[in-house]
């Protein structure tokens, strides 16, 4: 592995075990898991929170009517189409 890295992460080396920052912070590998870890559960938690948000919404018209149910008998509605035969 590189002593130095460079981009976005100059000025931060590799010491060992840890990751060094500019001002010499040591992170060890456990300390970023944890890190990657918590940052990936708070963008989860805001990603259910807006689904939760968007979906209210949704249960809201679940409940409204969908379709018009009209019942009508048939034999009036044959003779209204068709007349009376015979």
Same mark, same amino acid.
């Given at each position: 592995?590189?002593?130095?890295?460079?981009?976005?992460?100059? #000025? *931060?080396?590799?010491? =060992?075990?840890?990751?060094?920052?500019?001002?010499?912070?040591?992170? !060890?590998? &456990?300390?970023?898991? #944890? +890190?990657?870890?918590?940052?990936?559960?708070? +963008?989860?938690?805001?990603?259910?929170?807006?689904?939760? $948000?968007?979906? !209210? =919404?949704?249960?809201?018209?679940?409940?409204?009517? $969908?379709?018009? @149910?009209?019942? @009508?008998? +048939?034999?009036? *509605?044959? &003779?209204?189409?068709? =007349?009376?035969? =015979?």
């Amino acid at each position: 592995m590189c002593e130095y890295l460079t981009a976005p992460f100059a #000025g *931060w080396r590799i010491a =060992g075990n840890y990751l060094v920052s500019p001002q010499g912070e040591r992170m !060890t590998p &456990e300390r970023l898991r #944890g +890190l990657l870890w918590r940052d990936q559960m708070e +963008l989860r938690l805001a990603g259910y929170a807006s689904r939760r $948000k968007a979906e !209210t =919404g949704t249960r809201a018209r679940q409940y409204q009517a $969908k379709v018009k @149910v009209v019942i @009508v008998e +048939l034999d009036d *509605w044959r &003779e209204r189409h068709f =007349g009376r035969v =015979g």
